[in-house]
């Protein structure tokens, strides 16, 4: 059973950093595509970064030049950092493992999830 943990998660203010973690357990290809995805309230769950193993990193529009995503095999371990932090990334944060190697923005590329950590942004 494949199991993904987030932390990291908290309330900054506005231009403020985070750095989130995902430690990944079970059986499940190291190699293969992970991403972090966010739902804020009372909207739909949103692409925010993927990384493939080869270290190829995408990034929503929302994020690029703010945030960064990578990766640790050697700890079965997906990070996000967080920098300038707006009140409009106010969402709860989940990470996501992929049984291809390849990424996709397609949600449905993604089969397993965490249960997601809450990250709150102040102005």
């Known amino acids: 059973q494949v199991q993904l943990v987030e932390s990291g998660g908290g309330s900054v203010q506005s231009g403020g950093s985070l750095r989130l973690s995902c430690v990944v357990s079970?059986?499940?290809?190291?190699?293969?595509?992970m991403g972090w995805w966010r739902r804020a309230p009372g909207q739909r769950r949103a692409e925010v970064a993927m990384?493939?193993?080869?270290?190829?990193?995408f990034y929503a529009d929302a994020v690029k030049g703010r945030f960064t995503i990578s990766r640790d095999n050697a700890k079965n371990t997906l990070y996000l950092q967080m920098n300038s932090l707006k009140p409009e990334d106010t969402a709860l944060y989940h990470c996501?493992?992929?049984?291809?190697?390849?990424?996709?923005?397609?949600?449905?590329?993604?089969?397993?999830w965490g249960q997601g950590t809450q990250v709150t942004v102040s102005s």
């Open positions: 079970g059986s499940i290809e190291s190699r293969n595509c």
């Open positions: 990384i493939e193993n080869d270290g190829d990193t």
């Open positions: 996501a493992a992929a049984q291809r190697a390849s990424c996709s923005w397609e949600k449905r590329t993604f089969t397993y």
